[in-house]
Structure formats: C-alpha cells, structure tokens
C-alpha cells in the first residue's frame, strides 16, 4: 500500500472546491465554508470541537439536541480530514474535544502527552457508501461493487488515504478487490470525504466512494444514489475521541461527550448510517451477493 500511496500523493488532484472548515450551529442547512459562528450571549460557556468530515450533516442536529439539555453551553465545531485536524492540535489549534473518523489519531495525541488515556472514548462505526449523482446513467444500487469494475468510471473520487480514515478504507476496499492497480490513475483525492463528494455532485467525477453519513444527510436538492459497500470488504471504521488537556472547561466538554455516547446521542448519529462502535455491522446478504 505505501507505493499505491506515493503514486496516489503525486497525483493528488488541484481541482478547486469548498474548504471543509469553520463552524456550525443548530440549523439543518449544511455549512460548505468557513465563516466562525459568533458566541451567544447567553451562553458564555462553550466546547470548542475538532469534527472529523463525515460528522458535517450530523452536527447540526447533535447541537441542536445538546442544547436542549445544556442550553448554557454553546458547541463551536471545525471541520477537516482527521489527520489534518490532528497535525493543526498538536501544533496549538484551541479546541478541547477531537471528534475522529478512526481511533490511531485521539490514541496518537494521547501518546503525544496532549490528551489522558481515560479521556479517550468511542463513540461511533462508520461505513462506506459508492456513491453518483442522482442523474447518473450509472446503476449504482443495483450494480453495487460490479460498478467499480466496469470501466466507464473514468474518474472516482476518494479522500486523501494519507489523512483520512475514509479514504484508507476506499483505498484498502480497491486492493481488496484487486482493483488498485486499474484505478492508480483514475483516482480523485480530495482533502477530506466533503470535498469527495462534491467532486462526484459537480461532476469532476464519476463516483465517490464516501461516508454513508453524508449520503444521508446531503441536501435533497444534492442527493445522489448510493450502495453501501459491505463491511468484509474494508477495515472497520471505529471512531474515536478525546478530551483534550487544554480543556478550557472540562465539565462542559464531558457534557458533550456524555451526550454523544447517551442514547439521545447515538440515536442521532444511528439516523445517519452510523452504528454503535462495539457492534459488527449488519451486512445484507445482497450486499454480499453483489460483492462476489
């Protein structure tokens, strides 16, 4: 795989597109860019969060409901590639919570002496989701992997391997099927799984392999057709987080991640294609016929 990535990093594409970053409030409308959301003044207390990009859709919802129970703490969340946001914590960006697409990166900044290992947690399982524009030809749902083989997918989009858990697990989904060597100069990296999925939605490319997540929750005016790719294809996307030490208030982010981990929380999270970390995910056994 590091030669696959050596090769996929020298071709990584310069295509222009929205950064994943900034913050988002309570509103259903997804945020595309990166204008902070000014504090209220009624709540001086805030949990300032590094979000992973597949929690984009979900956030605003989680918000939303925590507010309910803790109206006096305002949640700030920035957006990115996990393994950028990591590198931005472990050079001082202030946030107190780092919400991860996989668990090596909170495990790393425990190991860095930025985090207590009792603070780290898991909060959800991620999947994988092949994803095309709702005016494709392509027939995604009923194809499923077969559509990865066919060769009328001249460019597919995927996020950066090198620092984002989704796209080792797009990456690692191709070797498995013996396609890395076809896709090595067919392949679209963007910074995070957002900016995949905009690739594929503007038509830069073909399809996206992405978070079942942002399949859920793209705009209706956005949505697509997707197959989720079974889980035995690709590692498990175990999601992690941690309390950082910089905390500035340590009870407001235990707070929140109290709330994520509650049945409140993982009731959300479950509406966008997330499952519990600790259950194997159910795969249809459709899904796997159509992988064979």
């Not at 949990?47 to 700030?76: G, N, Y």
Request: proline residues 8%; contains cysteine.
């Amino acid at each position: 795989m590091a030669m696959i990535l050596l090769t996929l990093a020298a071709c990584q594409s310069r295509t222009s597109g929205p950064e994943v970053g900034g913050s988002a409030t309570g509103s259903s409308a997804p945020l595309l860019a990166g204008d902070p959301v000014p504090r209220s003044c009624s709540s001086p207390r805030r949990v300032r969060v590094a979000a992973a990009a597949d929690l984009r859709f979900a956030m605003p919802e989680l918000i939303a409901a925590f507010r309910k129970t803790s109206p006096d703490i305002a949640v700030e969340p920035t957006f990115g590639a996990s393994g950028s946001l990591v590198a931005q914590i472990e050079n001082g960006l202030p946030v107190d919570v780092f919400l991860c697409a996989d668990e090596s990166y909170p495990e790393q900044l425990v190991q860095h002496g930025l985090a207590e290992a009792g603070d780290f947690f898991r909060y959800a399982r991620g999947h994988l989701v092949l994803w095309v524009p709702a005016d494709s030809p392509r027939p995604v749902e009923s194809a499923g992997i077969a559509l990865l083989r066919q060769h009328d997918i001249r460019r597919l989009a995927i996020a950066n391997p090198r620092t984002a858990p989704y796209g080792r697990a797009a990456l690692a989904l191709l070797e498995k099927l013996q396609l890395a060597e076809a896709y090595r100069d067919r392949l679209l990296l963007a910074d995070n799984v957002v900016q995949a999925w905009q690739f594929a939605q503007s038509g830069n490319a073909d399809a996206a392999l992405i978070s079942k997540s942002l399949a859920l929750g793209v705009p209706a005016d956005k949505a697509g057709r997707w197959f989720e790719i079974p889980p035995h294809l690709y590692p498990p996307i175990v999601q992690g987080g941690v309390i950082l030490r910089q905390a500035s208030d340590r009870q407001a982010a235990e707070q929140w991640r109290d709330f994520l981990l509650s049945p409140s929380g993982q009731k959300i999270l479950a509406r966008y294609g997330f499952t519990p970390p600790h259950l194997e995910p159910m795969g249809s056994s459709a899904n796997r016929e159509k992988a064979r």
